[in-house]
């Protein structure tokens, strides 16, 4: 036989390649044609139909036939969810795009949309106004893009310039809307996550929030975002007629309406929040707050942020409030960075941009900027860290008015309604004290600690006594809705509005106090921790003490004032914790406890300076230590956070007790001096004298030192010093490891 009859038997021999072989044949290792529904050997074998399967997971190479069958019916599942939703998926109307894996993304898909880069610089060949004004964000002028612009801007005809200007920018609102359609995909690319509640609970999680919280951060436009919740429960024939003002942040389009992942960010997280002061047991609440919350944050990561819009950042700003009440320190602590980021990213910062704004929108626009404000002073008083904005030029108030209809139009400053928004704009004022009391107190001694007897360092002393001036102003100045001296009559109000004004001077009235408490903590500190800390050098001699140095006078007696105020805050603040921690008008059960235990340990460690003492009404001391303890009790019965600081604070009253009754002792063994043999009439004046006759009781005022009791095992000296967390379940946890709110018991 011929090599070519040989070649011609091989190429009928050959045998045919099959991307996938059935399940029987692969076991027997037989060969198999790949036919379906079954192949020929099982039919040779007499096989049932059911045993000839293909399995996808165990071929080298899937079947072209199953991969497209998986990509149709993926189609027609986000066909059905955008019909569900009421929107019109029109295919014809597209492009077609490349599959992609979900895995992997092109960073140049939006290429064509995009017109400044990561880099700051434009990447548009036409008009540069155009693409500055279309980004819709915020670009200042150290940056390349708006070096572009007034290059060419100087160097382009005016005529032609302004004609481009007005005839070829296009809405913001578009632009945003569909960059935030490239980058995600799609509005409902997590439709699966969409879920709610029941209605009526979901009501009533909503009424809670409003009642509690929504007075106290007035971050969006209600109205607004009422209508889109309310869209949610509606069949798409049934929508309202209309569109709502964009811009507004949620409910509101772009990329913030009842569809987009923002709005149900935020509804969860507000869920969540409803749910701390709904009227469930302990562990339905627990349970309800973990749910909720597992769901917002869920929709949180790259594709949320780049939503980029006012939603975004007021869904974050929820999203921090929430996490204030749980011990994910970090997370509150990068929510609100993450808020002031976009924020500055979209202008809400400055009101010098080109935009005419309408009036609600500009409003809507400062409430989330201070909101960023506000919270970025708190968690930076928490954890003792460098603000984001305090830099940043005060921007101005927002009105009074609550633009409670749809159309943004205001009531007047006449209306019973605008006084709810007075409470929101004295929060911003007394905040901004707050931030200067971080600046001048707090981060200007992180590097060294000034010592009151240091006269290049006495700037410290003029810079407390002008904060307190401050806070002072501020508690005259308060109108008389707000004002806890002179307060207004509210009786002839509704009893809606009542309590949520009631609920408002309370908490105004708390951080008033607890910021005065957090002025002259450290000098407290200091004083405190120097006593411990030389007990031996504690005059023998019945001489009479030596005078001190010149100078230090003035010092010892500043100190002395300043911890008579510390000390008259913190009882303040207990009193008024206490007449209202088990009411409806506090302003949560975390703020409570950062009062109770804050205020409590100030008690406490004032017991380490009874010169001090001696000029307080003892009896109300005391009483205030046992009311904080009642507080933190309550708080024990649901909250592992408070049951540990409770202990806490109870093992360190009792080592200082223990440590004063040892200096009293030794006081008995010691000769009468001037200061013990005082006649009973001038005890209270030598006691006021007493730091300027005995110089070792004249201490520098650095904030690094701390007390010398012993603490408990895993928590360090740092628990109580300036970085003292104003989130106090979430300090707690950081020092006793625990679960804080998360878990109820």
């Given amino acids: 036989m011929g090599p070519e009859h ?20 692969r076991e027997r290792k037989s060969r198999c044609d790949g036919a379906k529904p079954i192949c020929s050997t099982c039919k040779r074998r007499s096989l049932p139909l059911r045993h000839c399967i293909y399995t996808i997971e165990n071929a080298r190479t899937a079947s072209n036939e199953a991969y497209i069958k998986i990509l149709h019916d993926r189609i027609q599942r986000l066909e059905k969810t955008c019909t569900d939703n009421g929107i019109r998926s029109s295919p014809g109307l597209r492009p077609a795009v490349t599959v992609l894996s979900p895995d992997h993304e092109r960073l140049d898909a939006t290429e064509s949309t995009v017109s400044i880069t990561a880099m700051g610089t434009v990447s548009t060949e036409h008009d540069v106004c155009q ?29 032609q310039a302004h004609s481009t200007h007005e005839s070829i920018v296009p809405r913001a609102e578009s632009v945003n809307f569909a960059r935030a359609e490239t980058f995600g995909g799609s509005l409902f690319a997590q439709a699966d996550k969409f879920a709610l509640p029941p209605r009526n609970l979901a009501d009533h999680l909503l009424s809670c929030f409003w009642e509690r919280v929504f007075w106290l951060y007035p971050l969006f436009h209600k109205p607004t975002f009422i209508r889109a919740y309310e869209s949610l429960w509606r069949p798409a024939h ?23 992942i923002v709005f149900h960010s935020a509804l969860n997280t507000i869920f969540a929040l409803g749910a701390q002061f709904a009227d469930l047991n302990p562990k339905d609440k627990a349970s309800a707050i973990e749910t909720f919350f597992n769901r917002a944050k869920a929709f949180i990561g790259l594709d949320f942020i780049d939503m980029n819009s006012v939603g975004v950042v007021q869904s974050l700003l929820l999203m921090a409030l929430l996490l204030q009440s749980t011990p994910f320190p970090s997370r509150c602590w990068n929510a609100v960075g993450l808020a002031c980021r976009v924020a500055q990213g979209l202008g809400l910062h400055t009101e010098s941009d080109r935009t005419s704004r309408p009036q609600l929108e500009v409003e809507i626009r400062r409430r989330t900027w201070h909101g960023c404000v506000i919270l970025d002073m708190i968690v930076s008083m928490t954890y003792g860290r460098p603000t984001m904005t305090a830099h940043v030029p005060d921007l101005p108030l927002p009105a009074t008015d609550e633009f409670d209809d ?21 929060f911003i004022r007394q905040c901004r004290i707050l931030g200067d009391i971080l600046i001048n107190v707090y981060q200007s001694t992180a590097c060294g600690p000034p010592f009151l007897g240091d006269e290049h360092k006495s700037h410290g002393m003029d810079a407390i006594l002008e904060l307190d001036a401050q806070l002072s102003r501020y508690e005259a100045d308060l109108p008389p809705i707000m004002s806890w001296t002179s307060p207004c009559d509210i009786s002839s109000l509704d009893e809606e509005r009542r309590l949520i004004l009631t609920t408002q001077r309370t908490v105004l009235q708390g951080s008033f106090l607890y910021l005065r408490l957090m002025l002259h903590r450290p000098i407290l500190t200091q004083l405190c921790a120097n006593a411990t800390s030389s007990p031996s050098t504690v005059p023998t001699s019945p001489a009479r003490p030596r005078p001190l140095p010149v100078g230090q006078e003035l010092f010892a007696s500043f100190a002395a004032g300043c911890v008579r105020i510390c000390l008259g805050a913190a009882m303040d603040l207990i009193e008024l914790v206490h007449d209202t921690y088990l009411t409806n008008t506090t302003g949560g059960w975390w703020w409570d406890g950062l009062y109770a235990f804050t205020a409590g340990l100030v008690v406490i460690v004032s017991y380490l300076s009874p010169h001090t003492l001696l000029s307080l009404d003892r009896q109300r001391v005391e009483r205030s230590w046992m009311l904080c303890q009642t507080i933190l009790a309550h708080l024990a019965s649901f909250s592992i956070s408070a049951q540990r600081s409770l202990k806490l604070l109870q093992k ?11 200096k009293d002792q030794e006081a008995q063994l010691r000769p009468p001096t001037m200061f013990n043999a005082a006649a009973p009439g001038e005890t209270a004046r030598l006691g006021q004298d007493a730091a300027i006759m005995y110089p070792e009781e004249v201490v520098p005022l650095g904030l690094g030192n701390t007390f010398q009791w012993q603490l408990p095992a895993g928590s360090g000296p740092d628990s109580f010093g300036a970085g003292m967390a104003f989130n106090w379940d979430q300090s707690l946890d950081l020092i006793t490891d625990g679960l804080g709110m998360g878990i109820y018991q």
Wanted: aromatic share 6%; proline share 7%.
């Fill in 6 to 25: 040989r070649s011609e038997r091989v190429e009928q021999r050959r045998r045919r390649k099959i991307p996938l072989a059935c399940e029987p044949c």
């Fill in 652 to 662: 360190v009253h009792g080592d200082v007790m223990s440590r004063c009754l040892d």
């Fill in 406 to 426: 749809e159309s943004g139009h205001a009531r007047g400053p006449g209306h019973d309604s605008s006084s709810t928004m007075c409470f929101y704009v004295e």
């Fill in 131 to 159: 693409a500055f004004d279309a980004a819709n964000e915020f670009y200042g002028s150290s940056s390349a893009a708006s070096f572009m612009k007034e290059a060419y801007t100087s160097v382009k005809p005016r005529e």
């Fill in 238 to 260: 049934e929508q309202p007629a209309g569109r709502t003002l964009p811009g507004l942040g949620l409910g509101s389009s772009p990329g913030a309406d009842a569809g987009t």
